[in-house]
């Protein structure tokens, strides 16, 4: 009886383990979802945060799908919120269009 028990604890926290954790962000690929002036914070992290580690690439060097891997893989790096990193991507992602 213990071992079952054992053993179905262990199957549910493997379980959780392996499933996508809902805070993890991911910034969305359609059309900006921040406004203007969210948008212009986002330049402004992308410079100083982005900028104090390595030489910023241009936003037009990716493509949008691109950016999410990028965005997804260094916003834990400069410690962004959600809502910085949404800001950041939407920021990018309209900067690459002009």
């Known amino acids: 009886m213990k071992k079952c028990i054992a053993t179905a604890l262990l199957t549910a926290v493997l379980l959780t383990s392996c499933t996508p954790k809902t805070s993890t962000p991911t910034a969305a690929t359609g059309p900006a979802t921040s ?5 212009a914070q986002g330049k402004t992290i992308f410079e100083n945060s982005c900028g104090r580690c390595h030489k910023l690439p241009d936003p037009a060097s990716h493509t949008s799908v691109q950016w999410v891997g990028i965005m997804n893989s260094m916003a834990p790096k400069a410690r962004l919120t959600d809502e910085q990193h949404q800001w950041v991507y ?8 002009k």
């Open 35 to 39: 406004t203007a002036e969210q948008i």
């Open 90 to 97: 939407d920021y990018i992602v309209s900067a690459g269009k």
